[in-house]
């Protein structure tokens, strides 16, 4: 079976500042990766994957994560925050192979001007 | 391509009652899953339908069905509704194939049990 913890529930950040959404999981057998947005009133958006290659991985719009295996780890990091990503984050995990995502509790991050 | 979609988007109801809610997938994608969300649990996977068949299935109980047609449209049915099912409910849809990951959500349906 899969977890995912999000370390922090809510993120407060002002604009163009940088920000790390941390993210850690638990599986026993090799998994794939994956940062969801959610905007208020909508369903998810995915924002990144890791599946193989790369430990690094990015976004179109400026995000990027980090798959450290080691670490058991998949940090969402973006370097200069805008008012338009204020919105809930979700990591979530599947084993490879699997449809079934598994979630953790989100974070929400807030931009303050 | 158009994205996924569900319906309907928002229905009120009644303890005791039943619902169905329907969702369509993105053209070519032949698995469908079905995600709860509510503020206290947060996201959780109901089931995943592949070719007309359940292929995986969540810690639900019974009440909560699905089906997948052939055209891989699939419906969501909870029968003896309780307030504790209101929530909105996510449709994924995907290739299905186990190099393939990734996963495209519908906007929801947001159920409220009264």
């Known amino acids: 079976a899969q977890s995912v913890t999000q370390l922090d529930s809510q993120v407060p950040v002002f604009e163009e500042a940088p920000v790390e959404l941390r993210c850690n999981y638990s599986?026993?057998?090799?998994?794939?990766l994956f940062w969801y947005v959610q905007y208020p009133n909508q369903g998810l958006q995915l924002l990144l994957k890791?599946?193989?290659?790369?430990?690094l991985v990015e976004s179109i719009n400026g995000f990027e994560a980090e798959f450290n295996k080691s670490q058991t780890s998949f940090h969402l990091r973006k370097p200069s925050v805008h008012i338009s990503d204020t919105a809930e984050y979700f990591c979530?995990?599947?084993?490879?192979?699997?449809?079934?995502?598994?979630f953790g509790q989100g974070t929400r991050l807030t931009i303050n001007p | 391509k158009a994205g996924v979609t569900q319906t309907p988007r928002y229905l009120i109801k009644t303890r005791g009652q039943q619902v169905t809610l329907s969702c369509s997938p993105i053209?070519?994608?032949?698995?469908v899953s079905w995600y709860q969300q509510t503020p206290g649990q947060g996201l959780q996977f109901l089931f995943e339908?592949?070719?007309?068949?359940?292929?995986n299935k969540g810690n639900f109980p019974g009440r909560f069905s699905g089906r997948q047609f052939s055209n891989s449209r699939s419906e969501m049915n909870v029968s003896t509704l309780e307030l504790g099912d209101s929530a909105l409910y996510l449709c994924?849809?995907?290739?299905?194939?186990?190099?393939?990951?990734?996963?495209?959500f519908g906007p929801g349906t947001r159920l409220t049990v009264t």
């Open positions: 339908y592949f070719s007309e068949t359940q292929r």
């Open positions: 599986s026993s057998v090799s998994v794939y």
């Open positions: 890791y599946l193989s290659g790369s430990t």
């Open positions: 994924a849809s995907s290739l299905g194939r186990p190099d393939i990951g990734e996963q495209y």
């Open positions: 053209s070519g994608h032949r698995s």
């Open positions: 979530a995990v599947s084993a490879k192979g699997a449809q079934k995502l598994v």
